[in-house]
């Protein structure tokens, strides 16, 4: 079993759309968790961290993260073509070994 | 400015072959990785650098080699290059007493 496990997709929605993205993880010593976008032939961009569990909120992004189940998630609100990419859940003890999920393609239609 | 940039970007060479890639932060940050992201888009990291000293070896294979010569700079050598090593191999940075990392563009490697 991965460490991190994550639906690839490809996740398909219409414009406007709440996404919902996930990742469970089977390592409970994990305490920090963050979300990446990454563009086709590009590098991974940080969009949300989070410490231990609870939600944050940054923009259209919310981040939640429940340790007693062992699953993140990250929500788009109103969602355009242009947050068309791949999501990527990595997490972290606190050492710096990053675990990261395999990603989830999504694709947001005009 | 680039914060995190990598050399060179593309990379095509034969197998049996040395390499290296480069690459520097501009953002001040002392902890430097190097993550290798397969064609199935998984990305595991490789090695992490804290104030120029190895931290993190993932079980790379010796052929690989880091070098940090300074607090800015995580060099990749790669000896005798294979078939599989071919992937886009990111340098990532950030600060000690952050989680946040930063990624560069990637070095897309192609062994033939």
């Known amino acids: 079993q991965k460490e991190v496990e994550q639906d690839p997709g490809p996740l398909s929605v219409p414009e406007g759309a709440i996404v919902s993205l996930n990742c469970t993880y089977s390592?409970?010593?994990?305490?920090?968790f963050m979300w990446y976008r990454q563009y086709s032939r590009k590098g991974p961009e940080l969009l949300m961290y989070t410490y231990s569990s609870g939600n944050k909120e940054d923009g259209r992004f919310t981040a939640q993260v429940d340790k007693s189940s062992k699953y993140i998630s990250l929500f788009i609100r109103d969602s355009q073509p242009s947050d068309s990419a791949t999501y990527l859940c990595?997490?972290?003890?606190?050492?710096?070994?990053?675990?990261f999920g395999t990603g989830t393609r999504l694709k947001v239609l005009a | 400015d680039t914060a995190v940039s990598q050399t060179p970007k593309y990379l095509v060479t034969q197998m049996g072959n040395d390499k290296s890639i480069k690459c520097e932060q501009n953002l001040g940050h002392d902890t430097m990785y190097w993550y290798k992201q397969d064609s199935k888009k998984f990305l595991k990291i490789m090695f992490s650098y804290n104030n120029k000293e190895l931290i993190i070896n993932e079980t790379v294979p010796n052929r690989f080699s880091p070098k940090s010569p300074d607090k800015a700079h995580l060099n990749l050598h790669i000896n005798s290059l294979e078939l599989g090593d071919s992937a886009v191999y990111f340098c990532?940075?950030?600060?000690?007493?952050?989680?946040?990392?930063?990624f560069g563009p990637g070095t897309r490697l192609t062994v033939t």
């Open positions: 990595a997490m972290t003890s606190g050492t710096y070994k990053y675990i």
């Open positions: 390592n409970s010593a994990f305490q920090y």
């Open positions: 990532a940075s950030s600060q000690a007493d952050s989680y946040e990392q930063y």
